[in-house]
């Protein structure tokens, strides 16, 4: 064993000591997550999504509202991009975690179905999901596959076919609240923890980058498994900055 695969084996194994003792786990998630099952994050240089779009433009809720086509046009795209994705390790092994009563729940930024698809159970989405879409006017709800249908139907923006109104992803667009149920559940999830692991997230963006200090304030600690810097990395017991797939399988492995 290398000198190297000896500290990730350490703190692997430190990870599960704190996940065995505690009592409240929750795991918080970022796009990191997923980017082992092929989706690009946001912000990694050279690699990001907004590197090649402005996101004032395509993911903003007044670029849905003034213009429609111009923002179904990428959001077709990204729909299409995430359908046939699939469940990557990290996600198996979070919802390990969660069947081994070791976590409480996953509270995600990611609005790409893969906790679930991957067994997690208690998943608070608050940026939303790509699931489904509403009608702004009647409140209809359309599931994805009958949305992509419409779009490959043309035209490219899917109407309600009751209101003749285009369709809103059921995603938190900029501009926009995080949903407030999912927040509170979130918050109070948080604030029960005694023991917080936030995966694959820089934990820039607020108000969900404001969870791992609301269990720092109740009492409870934080594990950073995540690549780059945060403004948690000062509060952590660990932090593992490894791929995220073999980090959190090693967590798993060490229990």
């Known amino acids: 064993m290398t000198p190297s695969s000896q500290v990730v084996a ?3 194994r430190r990870v599960a ?3 065995r003792s505690a009592g409240r786990a929750v795991v918080l998630t970022g796009a990191g997550v997923s980017v082992p099952s092929g989706i690009p994050d946001f912000r990694t240089p050279g690699k990001g999504i907004w590197e090649k779009v402005d996101p004032m433009e395509v993911a903003h809720i007044d670029a849905f509202r003034s213009d429609p086509d111009r923002f179904w046009g990428f959001y077709s795209q990204r729909f299409a991009s995430l359908v046939d994705k699939r469940p990557n390790l990290a996600h198996e092994a979070i919802a390990e975690l969660e069947r081994r009563g070791l976590v409480r729940g996953v509270i995600t930024q990611n609005v790409d179905r893969l906790h679930r698809a991957a067994g997690s159970e208690r998943v608070i989405e608050v940026h939303g999901s790509i699931d489904r879409c509403v009608c702004p006017e009647c409140g ?3 599931e994805l596959e009958g ?3 419409m779009i490959s139907a043309g035209p490219a923006t899917p109407e309600c076919p ?3 109104t285009p369709l809103k992803p059921d995603v938190v667009l900029f501009g926009e ?3 407030e149920a999912a927040m509170a559940e979130a918050h109070a999830l948080a604030q029960e923890a005694d023991l917080m692991v936030c995966a694959g997230s820089s934990l820039e963006g607020f108000p969900v980058a404001s969870l791992p200090g609301v269990t720092l304030s109740a009492g409870g600690r934080i594990v950073l498994i995540t690549e780059g810097r945060t403004p948690y990395d000062a509060d952590a017991e660990v932090k593992l900055e490894g791929d995220i797939a073999e980090e959190l399988q090693a967590v798993v492995a060490a229990l």
């Open 17 to 19: 000591e704190l996940l």
């Open 140 to 142: 209809g709800r359309f």
């Open 147 to 149: 949305v992509l249908e």
């Open 10 to 12: 350490a703190g692997a």
């Open 177 to 179: 609240l995080l949903p």
């Open 162 to 164: 009751a209101c003749i």
